[in-house]
């Protein structure tokens, strides 16, 4: 269509312009002067303006050769007319020009749908984000804004709409999973070969999938390392990767070691004994990578790196601190003596009992021996005693007749060298009952009463007072205002009946835990204090603060010791080849990276792990599984795996759920115990591992002293299956069997003739449960599931959250994951032994799940009844002074004694048993 614009009548007759004429063609502007004739694309809106004027608008037209025209004189009605054409088409260049963006968007989204199918790749998430960013800047609100109906579009314009409002995330995914499913067929033969017995489909599935980040999570036994060495095989193949550009990473030498070799001969299975790719600690990379960048190579003394050298090193240097400074001494005693133990959730009964009285009530023991039904009140006590100061528990006093229907009141603690009584009232900031203390304000006004009649001086303090701290400051000054000096005194001598104190190694070992989880994220002093100050109301907050007090100057020691070799310990020096990394002035060939027993890392091996695979084009590849996260001792961060995407962002997560090493039974009893905690990652492990007899036995003598013959029986019965049939041998001809426990000292209980005895049928061997992950045998025996030494009690020191991203809040949470450790190490079945009415609680719990019975070693069930007080003993018949009688096996810790009644009522039965 046509349009022809001209000068109106008055600007021709009275303003007396020039004649022309403006004719709209199509796309293309003519304008035509006494000069000549000038022609200007539509689209060139750049050389085009409208100047206007209240009588006229002017037309300025400006040529791509420089050349200007005006075309004055144009009337309103012409110039609005003028103007809407131009802004139409304006808009439909923009149309035009936005669906040619939108269509080589398009085609190139459409090119990785065809490079996963037809060149067989994996399409990454950075490539996919990559695109979706272009495609942000093509149409920011992410909708295609074509300013133009249905109808107005092309067949062409419209098909290219509908493809970009498509679910491209989805495409690319199904067009990943199209390749994975094409490439298990294609690389039949190298997944065949690459391994001693071919790749599982979970295996395969791994080894194909190429994004940028991939967690896989693998059950015990699940082929690890084969998958590692098949992922660097078939990146090598597929031209992926040089293998060069291929790093393995480990925790220790040996793994390292293991890794390198089972990667040569996966390579010379393919026919390709040339291929070479670097295995290696993440020790001995962090020292490459500072070495590199910097021309010198840190010296990291072995004691900085092995846990156990590490704590007798630590050890050195407090006896050194202590030696120095007699505050430091103090403070360390203190620490030991009174605030060793951790105090409950605020408003919680008893966390962890030393013993039960008469009437099956709980109680912790103090210093000097007083049994106090209040973890509270027995903390108070231990700082008295420490202090010098000598109080009264709970001592009667009369009351008048008409005192509330009373006779006595049993006050907290009275100090009668200095006529003072002191009430703690378990209330918080607002002096509101804690939870289960619903009673407790009504009581306290009832002692205030009593005491204010009387005319006593009276201190009291709160449940919060004394999480805060501010409790010993108002104890202390009421105290020395009665005239009694604090003497603390380390050295006192404790009666023999009274609490032990935190033993100096536990609390060392905390320390160096503490050190290595501050270190490996990266914590000064400055930002513990800052995190302490943030820590809850009701949390106790007093116990950080003394554990800080004492962890500034070892940690300075720690530093000091390093510094006289001059070393740096395994935390600085990671996060220093991080910083490296980070910063640009060190840089690496590897663009696939992969991290086995990932569960193990500490934050200090994931920072290095992301700086590795931070530039473009890049690949980690990590392997673990959370539920056997057991070093948190030295520095591991189960927080690293569940947290995963959190800390390295979007990334593919997979799992390995088939075990090659447990039978199913086994497996389905494990799981059930260790994925009780909902902190952990959920998996289903499955088995095509055939069961010989029952995969679970758990069996009871009557004495500890017992122990070691119950495991001489066990060896001599496994001969006897050997020799039978009923066991068939395992590898190399022999029954392979692991005794695993707890601590090293259950070593003791293997018979120390056995070689001569059993050598013959059986391979034995000793190991601690932390020492045996990544180990198996034929036949596990845990001889030492003994409440009090399995779990340990002191597993989790909630002290150790202050230096860590998150700590965790599961009870027992690693106690756990370690029984699990010692329960799938077992190929056939776990042998578990404990002592009447000392059975651990994670025995008990198998039981109750049903998963085992409790059996005495000649295969009778324990018909026993459990205590209600303690539910560790079992109720036994003792003879005493005035003739037999019923009581806990578990006296004196348990001192409860049931009545006639109870006796003649049924009582609770261990679970599994018969009756």
């Known amino acids: 269509m046509q349009h022809r614009w001209f000068p109106s009548a008055l600007a021709l007759c009275r303003y007396r312009c020039a004649p022309w004429s403006l004719q709209l063609d199509g796309s293309q502007l003519s304008a035509i002067t006494a000069q000549g004739r000038y022609t200007l694309p539509l689209s060139a809106q750049a050389g085009l303006t409208l100047q206007r004027r209240w009588w006229w608008t002017s037309v300025h037209l400006h040529g791509e050769d420089g050349q200007a025209i005006c075309l004055p004189g144009l009337s309103p009605r012409d110039a609005r007319q003028l103007q809407q054409l131009l802004d139409h088409a304006q ?26 199918v037809q060149q067989r790749r994996w399409i990454s998430h950075e490539q996919q984000q990559a695109l979706l960013l272009q495609r942000q800047h093509i149409d920011p609100g992410q909708q295609a804004r074509c300013q133009a109906s249905p109808a107005d579009l092309s067949g062409a314009e419209a098909a290219c709409l509908q493809d970009w409002q498509a679910d491209w995330p989805a495409l690319w995914e199904q067009a990943n999973q199209h390749m994975a499913d094409a490439e298990l067929a294609h690389s039949r033969a190298l997944f065949a070969r690459v391994e001693s017995r071919p790749l599982s489909e979970e295996q395969a599935r791994a080894v194909i999938c190429f994004d940028n980040r991939v967690q896989v999570v693998a059950a015990a036994g699940s082929g690890k390392t084969s998958t590692l060495v098949a992922k660097a095989a078939y990146a090598i193949d597929r031209g992926i990767a040089q293998p060069s550009q291929i790093l393995m990473l480990a925790f220790n030498k040996e793994a390292a070691g293991e890794l390198q070799a089972r990667a040569q001969q996966a390579f010379a299975r393919l026919g390709q004994p040339g291929w070479q790719v670097q295995a290696a600690t993440f020790h001995a990379l962090g020292l490459q990578i500072i070495g590199q960048a910097s021309g010198r190579t840190p010296h990291v003394p072995a004691w900085a790196i092995d846990a156990q050298a590490g704590v007798d090193k630590l050890a050195e240097q407090v006896d050194m601190l202590k030696d120095r400074s007699a505050d430091f001494r103090t403070r360390w005693d203190l620490f030991r003596l009174v605030f060793g133990h951790a105090l409950p959730a605020a408003g919680t009964a008893i966390a962890q009992a030393d013993g039960h009285d008469r009437a099956g ?24 005693f420490y202090n010098g100061v000598d109080y009264c528990y709970r001592a009667p006093f009369a009351l008048d007749a008409d005192s509330s229907g009373t006779r006595s009141h049993h006050p907290d603690f009275h100090f009668p060298q200095a006529g003072l009584w002191y009430e703690h009232h378990v209330l918080d900031a607002d002096g509101q009952p804690l939870l289960h203390f619903s009673a407790q304000q009504q009581a306290s006004d009832f002692k205030r009463l009593i005491h204010h009649a009387r005319g006593h001086r009276l201190l009291e303090t709160t449940s919060a007072q004394l999480r805060s701290g501010q409790a010993f400051a108002l104890l202390a000054d009421a105290l020395q205002a009665a005239g009694i000096e604090l003497d603390p005194h380390p050295d006192r001598e404790l009666p023999a009946d009274g609490q032990p104190p935190l033993p100096d190694e536990e609390l060392i070992g905390l320390m160096r835990a503490f050190i290595s989880h501050a270190k490996s994220n990266a914590l000064g002093n400055a930002a513990l204090q800052q995190r302490l100050a943030g820590l809850p109301g009701d949390d106790f907050s007093e116990r950080h603060r003394r554990l800080l007090e004492l962890a500034a100057p070892v940690t300075a020691a720690w530093d000091q010791a390093l510094a006289a070799e001059g070393g740096v ?46 530039a473009p084009h890049r690949h980690l590849f990590a392997v673990g599984d959370d539920w056997q996260s057991i070093n948190r001792f030295a520095g591991a961060d ?57 995969v679970l036995q758990a069996l009871q003598v009557a004495r500890r002293e017992q122990l070691g013959d119950a495991v001489a029986r066990l060896l001599t019965r496994l001969v006897a299956q050997l020799r ?30 056995w070689q001569e005895r059993f050598g013959q049928w059986l391979q034995l061997r000793f190991a601690t449960i932390h020492r045996s992950k990544g180990a198996e045998a034929d036949v596990v025996i845990l001889p030492g599931l003994l409440a009090g030494s399995f779990p340990s009690q002191r597993a989790d020191d909630p002290a150790l959250a202050l230096a860590m991203p998150d700590g965790e809040h599961y009870p027992l949470a690693e106690e756990r994951r370690l029984f699990y450790v010692a329960l799938t190490r077992a190929r056939r079945q776990v042998l578990m032994l404990t002592v009447q009415g000392r059975n651990s609680p994670f025995l008990d719990e198998l039981v109750a799940d049903g998963a085992v019975q409790l059996t005495h070693l000649d295969g009778q069930a324990v018909d026993e009844k459990r205590c209600p007080a303690c539910s560790t003993g079992v109720i036994v018949l003792r003879n005493g002074p005035y003739g037999p009688f019923h009581s806990c096996s578990g006296y004196p810790r348990c001192q409860y004694k049931p009545g006639q009644s109870a006796l003649t009522t049924p009582a609770p039965r261990l679970a599994g048993s018969k009756g």
């Open 91 to 116: 808009a439909d260049t923009q149309r035009q020009h936005r669906l040619a963006a939108m269509a080589a968007w398009i085609d190139a989204a459409d090119a990785l749908c065809d490079q996963a």
């Open 638 to 694: 189960v927080g690293v795996m569940t947290g995963f995407a959190d800390y390295f962002g979007h990334g593919q997560v997979l799992q390995l759920t088939q075990t090659f090493r447990c039978p199913q039974a086994l497996c389905d009893a494990a799981s059930r115990f260790v994925s009780k905690n909902p902190a952990q990652l959920r998996k289903q492990v499955r088995s095509l591992t055939p069961a010989h007899g029952p």
């Open 361 to 384: 009530q709980p109680y912790v023991l103090t210093l000097r021996g007083e049994q106090m039904h209040s973890q509270e009140h027995c903390l108070l006590a231990n700082w008295l």
């Open 724 to 753: 039978s049939g009923q066991q068939p041998p395992g590898r190399g001809g022999k029954l392979q069997v692991f005794v695993l426990g707890r601590y090293n000292r259950e070593r003791a209980w293997i018979p120390a003739d």
């Open 569 to 614: 310990d395994f935390e600085d020096m990671l996060n220093h080849a991080a910083e490296l990394l980070e910063s640009g002035q060190a840089s690496t060939p590897w663009t696939l990276v992969m991290a086995d027993e990932f569960q193990d890392a500490s934050r200090a091996r994931a920072r290095l792990c992301r700086a590795l695979v931070a």
